[in-house]
């Protein structure tokens, strides 16, 4: 059995490798209680408890898309594995391609996303600027939205290149985000986005 330093906590791999997956981070966490949040984000494990404000933007999102997409395209807090060092997010928010299947894992590949929604956490919020921004671009899903309660906003992000993304727009909630020169195609309305 071999030890390894993964940040703050000593972990011993089983089968005797220094190797880490997150097939292998996520089996550890299977028993985490229902209404709890985990991802994995470079490596570090981060579990949050559902709030009434995130589930509402959340649910928001989700319903105003529902009225275009069939429910088997639209996905929440499901892991989806992204590129960089062990990096496995349960987006609030997701939407698949037409035809996207998943690989023998079970899992959706993020080369088939065509939306991320995420709606910040206090606690977490540095990881959807920042990595999980960056996962996203150079995954090149085409439109990535943060919902921001504590600030009131919305910060939409498109156009990924490189690794970052080339257009970014930020709206006030209770104005009207427009993407239907997206792949989205819709308008989304944000006035009943409560704020925290």
Request: include cysteine.
């Amino acid at each position: 059995m071999t030890v390894m330093e993964t940040g703050r906590i000593e972990m011993a791999m089983a089968d005797g490798s220094d190797e880490l997956t997150l097939d292998m981070m996520f089996e550890w966490l299977e028993n985490v209680p229902e209404g709890i949040k985990v991802e994995i984000v470079e490596g570090n494990i981060y579990m949050s408890p559902q709030r009434d404000t995130h589930w509402d933007i959340t649910a928001d999102i989700y319903d105003q898309l529902r009225v275009r997409y069939p429910r088997k395209r639209l996905k929440s807090d499901v892991r989806i594995d992204y590129p960089g060092h062990l990096n496995g997010f349960a987006t609030d928010v997701t939407l698949v391609a037409e035809g996207a299947v998943k690989n023998d894992k079970g899992l959706w590949l993020c080369q088939d996303v065509e939306f991320v929604a995420e709606v910040i956490s206090k606690s977490t919020k540095g990881n959807d600027y920042g990595p999980k921004k960056a996962a996203y671009a150079t995954a090149e899903v085409p439109v990535y939205l943060i919902a921001d309660p504590y600030a009131g906003r919305c910060h939409l992000f498109t156009e990924p290149k490189d690794g970052d993304y080339l257009t970014t727009l930020t709206v006030p909630f209770g104005a009207k985000l427009d993407l239907t020169d997206t792949v989205v195609g819709v308008t989304l309305e944000t006035d009943e986005f409560p704020r925290d």
